[in-house]
């Protein structure tokens, strides 16, 4: 059993823009695993998704920052930011391992994500190396025997995407209650309308 005082949960992703769904799933993992904290690590590009409509990802991790203020063991990091981009996940665990020796970390990721591990740069190292808190994702079925790693959290299901909200945005319509209303306070200030 891992040490919750040294393990932190990362949480990577667009969150383009980060909706109730992702905040549900980190605040459910957090209190249901071992863990010190969730880091939702903004990916500034993705090498698996296009960025045609991805938003600065300045902008993304202040929505995020906005949505998780005051929740104890949530943080925003922007570690992925400074290196190499698109952004791989082994790179990024390496650059924090280097960084902080004394935490465990492990990577919490959806089940549509999680069945292309194998594709992932290193993605054999990853599952034989880091624990992996794998989400149920509508449509999605889990191997957990796929490592010995491998752990499924049964977080509640909200079918939300961040793909949805945007084209409910182009489309004016109200994407309340999907998005925490400091969100939707920013994405009325402009973002998104020209995308």
């Known amino acids: 059993m891992l ?7 990362l949480y990577f992703g667009s969150f383009n823009p980060v909706h109730h769904g992702h905040l549900i799933i980190a605040n459910h993992i957090l209190q249901n695993f071992e ?9 500034p590009q ?6 045609g409509s991805l938003l600065n990802e300045n902008h993304r991790i202040h929505f995020i920052r906005e949505a998780i203020e005051g929740e104890k063991g949530l943080k925003a990091s922007n570690v992925e930011f ?5 952004s791989y996940t082994i790179d ?11 935490y465990r970390f492990s990577i919490i990721v959806g089940g549509d994500s999680f069945q292309n591990i194998l594709q992932w740069k290193n993605g054999k190292s990853i ?12 449509g999605f ?31 004016n319509l109200s994407i309340r209650y999907l998005v925490p209303d400091i969100v939707i306070k920013e994405i009325d200030k402009g973002l998104y309308y020209s995308k």
Do not use: C, H
């Not at 990024?92 to 004394?102: A, I, V």
């Not at 191997?143 to 409910?168: D, F, H, W, Y």
């Open 46 to 51: 993705n090498p698996f998704k296009s960025t």
């Open 3 to 9: 040490d919750k005082q040294t393990n932190i949960g």
């Open 82 to 86: 400074n290196l190499p981009k698109p």
């Open 127 to 138: 599952l034989e190396n880091y624990q992996i808190i794998v989400y149920n994702r509508p």
């Open 92 to 102: 990024t665990l390496t650059y924090l391992t280097e960084q902080f020796p004394n």
């Open 35 to 43: 863990l010190k904290e969730v880091w939702f690590v903004v990916s």
């Open 141 to 171: 079925t889990i191997n957990p025997k796929i490592g010995k790693n491998v752990r499924v959290a049964n977080a509640p299901l909200l079918e939300i995407s961040s793909t949805q909200i945007r084209e409910m945005i182009k489309n």
